[in-house]
């Protein structure tokens, strides 16, 4: 399986400022997958970012709030817009390589 | 939406057996159960998966009922350290993407 490293692991930021998280897999992947999880809540897809294509959002999900960039293989970034309280969660990248894996987690924390 | 039923809690004794069932009445046949679980806010940890046949590895077993509309997860001996939340998946294999039910949170206890 894949081995992915996620940065930062924590930042707290000021409201109406945006964040870019990096993932960055050690080996080429097609598919990256964008998730979400609010506290106490389970994991929410935002999108999928395949490698020369635009982002897949899910449903409440839109590019002007949280843009992906996938410009090769092993590497995307996922950048929280315009933010507010409400943005706190973990954000979580994800690949397909041999069964899915998981980033550790990117703890976001907006005043 | 999540294709799966879990209950909320569990809890088990440390060395005990810890089942945890799954439904999924809506399971297409081209569709696997995964397991998952995660520890405390790190990232999802992959258990297990199968499409028909019970499966085992060294974490743990993985029943499918016959009609494939349940599943349950056997831990064998239960530690302290497994205690996480606990998320069973129905997806295509490797082609698509993991949505996350509201999972089973379980407490191993002393």
């Known amino acids: 399986s894949a081995v992915i490293s996620q940065k930062p692991s924590r930042d707290i930021c000021q409201r109406g400022t945006s964040l870019t998280i990096q993932c960055q897999v050690d080996s080429q992947v097609t598919m990256m997958f964008w998730y979400r999880q609010q506290p106490g809540q389970s994991l929410t897809l935002i999108a999928t970012a395949n490698q020369g294509s635009e982002a897949t959002y899910e449903s409440g999900f839109v590019i002007d709030k949280f843009p992906i960039s996938r410009p090769n293989l092993t590497f995307s970034t996922l950048t929280v817009s315009n933010m507010s309280p409400e943005d706190s969660s973990i954000y979580l990248c994800?690949?397909?390589?041999?069964?899915?894996?998981f980033g550790s987690g990117t703890r976001l924390t907006v005043v | 939406d999540a294709k799966t039923t879990q209950p909320t809690s569990m809890d088990c004794a440390e060395g005990r057996a810890a089942n945890l069932p799954c439904n999924h009445s809506t399971i297409s046949g081209n569709e696997y159960v995964y397991w998952y679980r995660q520890i405390h806010s790190q990232g999802p940890q992959y258990i297990i998966h199968g499409l028909k046949n019970n499966e085992t590895n060294e974490m743990a077993s993985l029943i499918i009922t016959e009609d494939r509309k349940s599943s349950t997860l056997i831990l064998p001996h239960a530690t302290l350290r497994d205690t996480a939340v606990y998320y069973c998946i129905v997806t295509r294999y490797n082609t698509d993407k993991l949505i996350f039910g509201t999972g089973t949170r379980l407490q191993v206890f002393p």
């Open positions: 994800s690949v397909e390589r041999g069964g899915y894996t």
